[in-house]
């Protein structure tokens, strides 16, 4: 029978902190040879209670910490160093998709602030006459009330890669202010995924009131699916480490931070060529006129399904340390 969570962290915890002290005096310097064998040791003691911790406390700060533990000491021990390439590949390989898959819920959570979003500011254009002017800035309503969309003379006014670096800047600052602003206890990220949706919501109930749903949807189509996948990522993370410190759990504060806070990195840096891809769709693809309406939907559908299939799928065969940070051949140590 398992202990209950606090104990068995509490039983454990004097192994997990000298385990984590040699990683750290390793990576400062070299370690004598019984401090090798004492890291050996804690390794392969850290390691079955990560198994114990998969088992009786999924999804829980002693799980991350001692997945995220385990795979140091697993580096330190049996793998040699790799070159940058090859740590690349291997995070958007596996640890950035795994790392999504790991933490749904928050991204779920995330995902329903923004629905939430776009239907608050649907139903306030919708149902109150002077909604628009609440919620819609000026220049927009200027464009629509005169039948055309505010996107109509971005290509005219600037060349498309000037469009599509200034869109890739913008994305980029609202997907790091959604991450970032979860050390505002989550309110930050709540408020950036709310306040979104309620923009896109009003806009959107804006143009299908003037008879202008196919131009909103001509913008939006081919970037939209990604671009608020990235969003809602984000905002997933923020709200990771939004919740580490209003609810530490078994761990001390500062460590489920650093458990959680390392796996929200995770989800922020894994997006961040995908979100400049986007951008080059935005601006180079959305506004314009060379494409019809239904090859930008296609588009935007099987770049979102594309996405989407990446992050379900992508890592699933990985066995061993690639999944949960512990070999299956330990034989293979090279302290022996």
Request: include cysteine.
């Amino acid at each position: 029978m398992a202990l209950p969570l606090p104990a068995f962290v509490s039983r454990r915890r004097p192994d997990w902190d000298a385990l984590q002290g040699l990683l750290t005096r390793q990576r400062s310097g070299r370690l004598h040879l019984d401090e090798l064998r004492r890291l050996d040791t804690l390794y392969r003691r850290a390691a079955a209670d990560l198994a114990q911790a998969q088992t009786f406390y999924p999804g829980t700060d002693a799980h991350r910490f001692l997945n995220q533990l385990c795979g140091q000491a697993y580096g330190a021990i049996y793998q040699p160093p790799r070159e940058r390439w090859a740590a690349t590949r291997d995070f958007f390989r596996r640890d950035f998709p795994a790392t999504l898959r790991r933490e749904a819920r928050f991204v779920g959570v995330s995902a329903g602030l923004l629905v939430l979003g776009l239907l608050l500011g649907a139903l306030v254009v919708t149902l109150e006459p002077r909604g628009a002017e609440l919620l819609v800035p000026e220049g927009v309503r200027r464009y629509v009330a005169q039948g055309r969309m505010w996107t109509d003379d971005l290509l005219s006014v600037a060349p498309p890669n000037a469009v599509a670096s200034g869109i890739a800047t913008n994305n980029l600052t609202v997907t790091l202010f959604a991450f970032a602003s979860g050390i505002l206890l989550g309110v930050g990220p709540i408020f950036t995924l709310v306040n979104n949706g309620v923009l896109i919501g009003a806009v959107g109930a804006l143009c299908f009131r003037e008879g202008m749903a196919v131009g909103f949807l001509d913008f939006i189509a081919a970037h939209g699916p990604v671009e608020l996948s990235i969003i809602v990522i984000a905002g997933g993370a923020g709200l990771m480490v939004g919740q580490a410190l209003i609810d530490p759990g078994e761990l001390p504060r500062a460590q489920a931070l650093q458990a959680r806070g390392r796996e929200a990195v995770k989800l922020v840096v894994g997006c961040a060529p995908f979100l400049a891809g986007i951008g080059v769709v935005e601006g180079f693809i959305s506004p314009g006129r060379f494409f019809p309406t239904w090859a930008k939907v296609g588009l935007g559908l099987s770049l979102g399904a594309l996405f989407w299939l990446y992050l379900l799928r992508a890592g699933r065969t990985d066995v061993g340390v690639a999944r949960e940070g512990v070999p299956e051949d330990r034989d293979s140590s090279r302290l022996r």
